[in-house]
């Protein structure tokens, strides 16, 4: 079966997998949440999440497409729910994992990936300001980190202490420790 269809055919039963978190990913995601919504905001919809995380503010629009969905939500982790993933799995009416299943929360990581930097001589947009490009994205990854500390606290009943503090020891959580640090409400 190609990859195509089988998204077609979980979007019939009204599921959609979340694998790797990317911009093809999350445009996928949304598009389907909102295709869903339209053919019927009364049936719950299914999110299957498998993934090591990625792209974070990909994530975080998931994440609001989910909670502003009018149809019902469940997610269910079946493998793996690390990074942003345990954090869009947050935005869920229903929040499940498999008992083999394992969430990991974290800190996000300031990762600037500047292609190519022409030449003054060359770029007709002028000098480039390299360090506040990099400013920029370490308050993007500040404003992220503090969404996510915040949605996590609500969703979990934890303090933010306590959220911080299982992000900075990069904590993995088996499903049933999951459910009692409040990430998930049933392991199945």
């Known amino acids: 079966m190609e990859t195509k269809e089988f998204f077609e055919e979980l979007l019939k039963k009204r599921q959609i997998w979340i694998g790797d978190i990317n911009p093809e990913s999350c445009e996928r995601v949304i598009t389907s949440i909102a295709f869903l919504n339209a053919k019927d905001s009364t049936q719950l919809i299914q999110l299957m999440i498998d993934s090591n995380g990625g792209n974070v503010s990909e994530g975080l629009i998931i994440y609001d497409s989910i909670t502003l969905s009018k149809a019902p939500t469940e997610g269910v982790v079946c493998g793996a729910g ?64 503090g969404n996510i500390i915040k949605i996590l606290s609500e969703k979990t009943g934890r303090t933010p202490t306590e959220i911080i503090t299982a992000m900075n020891t990069e904590k993995v959580f088996a499903a049933e420790e999951a459910k009692e640090f409040g990430l998930v409400d049933e392991v199945i």
């Open 82 to 145: 690390h990074s942003i993933a345990s954090v869009i799995l947050q935005g869920c009416l229903r929040r499940k994992a498999s008992r083999h299943s394992t969430i990991l929360i974290h800190n996000i990581g300031r990762q600037v990936r500047l292609k190519m930097v022409l030449p003054d001589a060359e770029n007709p947009y002028g000098k480039i300001d390299v360090d506040a490009i990099v400013r920029s994205w370490g308050d993007l990854a500040t404003r992220s980190t």
